[in-house]
């Protein structure tokens, strides 16, 4: 009896709250929120920055900006990482809207990269500029294409687990390129990247990194009209919302899976071209730097948008850079730029609950409730 | 000189032995985090930051206490990296994916900067974070380590944190296989619907099995410091040995008795090149790529031949919220 009892009283907890979802939020409210989060993440980082040193905040906030946008050069510097940042990001995105997880951007970049890497070495003295490079652009295509798309056939073929596949295939992509460019340093495998001369993207207005941007202002574009006006982005959108209405309309999901990861795959691989040809003119096993994983949350934070990826993944670069200039004139370990986008992104991806969710407070007591 | 291969890649193995028991906890729960490598990080500088102000708060090292204060710190710091991901991917409803690799930008981060300038933090004048007092306690080896060849060598010459990651491993077997809390986390992360229609609370199992999961993650950072490296922190010293964990996870096709002998293989292919005569730097870090290669074509088979149990856990990764059902 005590237990019924006991089981009946249980039941009829009513919690003092409920969690009900929203169906639609105006537009503003939705920033206006996203907005206090970060502020609220800005204070957090300040009151913990005050308690690891005696920094003003105030002061530290002013020099972060100032390290980001104090000088044309710095300016250019952002501009450039955030076209590299946004590149990736928006590769990605096409296989997420599918619900594909497709991590292994940080592999896919660095395979195009030693795809434009090997052609720049190999072929760079024999082969005029123009057809070289788009030698280089194909070949970092293909490649990039190729690394996406083997787990991508394990997926649609025996379901294998894209994320875990797409994970590991990084590494493999991380030490191909550690061994080549060991292979390739001069002297050899004194692990001196080499730098590569042939190839080098071309300097427009005498700006270096304005090509790469560019490019990248065009892949946005691309991206934003295949995504939201193209039938084939349309299908990856039914994909993404039920597999089997997909299924039921007569979409053939395999290859819409196939597809879309070819297309993540192929702009990965621009983007490591963009990175070897266009900025660094060399290869490293880091030249990615972790930007495939980032990539990820810029993605996912700009609600798979192409357009608001501009603006995230200029958010990101701009706390990176701002607080690793902090590091430096405080003289700060490095690595406290981690902690404060770390802080910042956990604040943001906090704040999409208060948007897609509504907390109400249950009035009614128990009673009423009976 | 075989005793010797196999005691140093028991002892490579041994924090992804940690970090793989771990995360098959936390997965089988249907939560993937990738924050691993983060709360690894974390894990170690939480113990080094407890033992480096105990160190240098005392003359004489107590030793049971030397080992009690970081085996503690390491616990409650990773625990609270699992809270923060439980607390988003739970009950805010966050992305998995996203929660997992902001946690492992941020425990690096955290990992490398308290590394890096804990000296400073602690207003002391010692050179750099060497707790080589603290290390030779956890290092000391079982009676009879030199006493039976290379029987001993083999089976007794480890510090203690190796036999706690095979007694941890062989708990959660059992616990997953053979208890009825194991039975109800698994069907959390097999099916939470049904999980939860039969009165199970996949919250209270999701946050208690990735909690407990991490603190477990985390002893393999603390192993790392304080045993393999002597006690002596090096930024980004512990490589890449989150995300081999996690590869650890998917070649024990989620099965923590297995994955104590993976980690030695994983460990063994890690020493080997060393032994090799004449091996090239870069035929090494082909090397390196070996365990990934071999987990992808475990992860390929497992998906062929389809067989239920060595499945990853169905809901892996996927949110759920009662609503949506």
Known sequence: ?370 | MIATIIQRAVMQGTPLLFGSTGEILTEKSGNLNLGIPGIMYVGAISGVAGSFIYEQSVAVLNPFLAILIPLVCSILGSALMGLIYCFLTVSMRANQNVTGLALTTFGIGIGNFFGGSLIKLVDTDVPSISLSATSTIFKTELPFAHSLGSFGEIFFSYGFLVYVAIIVALISSHVLKKTRTGLHLRAVGESPETADAAGISVTKYKYISTCIGSAIAGLGGLYYVMDYANGVWSNNGFGDRGWLSIALVIFSVWRPSISILGSILFGFLYVIPTYIPNITVSTKILFEMLPYVVTILVLIITSIRDKKENQPPAALGLPYFREER
């Open chain 1, 1 to 370: 009896m005590k237990k019924i009892n006991n089981f009946l009283h249980q039941s009829l907890y009513v919690s003092p709250f409920h969690i009900a979802k929203r169906d639609n939020i105006v537009w503003w409210k939705a920033w206006i929120i996203r907005i206090i989060a970060v502020l609220i993440a800005l204070l957090v980082c300040g009151t913990i920055t005050i308690a690891l040193t005696d920094i003003n905040p105030v002061k530290m906030y002013f020099t972060m900006i100032d390290g980001v946008v104090g000088t044309p050069r710095l300016v250019w510097n952002m501009l450039q990482n955030t076209a590299i940042l946004l590149c990736i990001s928006l590769a990605v995105t096409p296989a997420f809207k599918m619900r594909f997880w497709n991590i292994g951007a940080e592999g896919q970049v660095l395979i195009g990269g030693l795809a434009t890497a090997i052609c720049m070495i190999f072929l760079g003295e024999k082969l005029p500029a123009p057809i070289l490079i788009t030698l280089m652009i194909i070949s970092s295509i293909v490649l990039g294409a190729f690394w996406a798309l083997v787990p991508a056939y394990f997926k649609t073929k025996f379901n294998s687990n894209e994320t875990l596949f797409t994970l590991m295939m990084n590494y493999i992509a991380i030490q191909l390129v550690a061994y080549f460019t060991l292979e390739m340093s001069v002297p050899k495998g004194s692990g001196t990247p080499r730098v590569l001369e042939y190839g080098q993207l071309p300097v427009l207005f005498g700006q270096k990194y304005l090509i790469n941007i560019l490019i990248v202002a065009v892949i946005t574009v691309i991206m934003h009209i295949y995504l939201k006006y193209s039938k084939q982005g349309y299908e990856i959108s039914v994909v993404g919302e039920s597999e089997k209405t997909a299924r039921y309309i007569g979409i053939n999901v395999k290859k819409v899976v196939l597809r879309t990861m070819a297309i993540s795959g192929a702009i990965c691989g621009i983007a490591g071209f963009l990175i070897v040809a266009g900025t660094d003119h060399s290869l490293k096993s880091d030249s990615a730097g972790g930007r495939g994983f980032t990539a990820i949350m810029v993605s996912w934070l700009a609600k798979f948008n192409p357009v608001f990826m501009v603006l995230t993944s200029l958010l990101i670069v701009f706390l990176e850079k701002g607080a690793s200039k902090i590091s430096e004139v405080y003289r700060l370990n490095s690595s406290f730029s981690d902690i404060i986008t770390g802080i910042i992104i956990f604040f943001i991806i906090g704040a999409e609950f208060f948007i897609n969710y509504k907390i109400k407070v249950n009035l009614k007591d128990k009673e009423e409730r009976v």
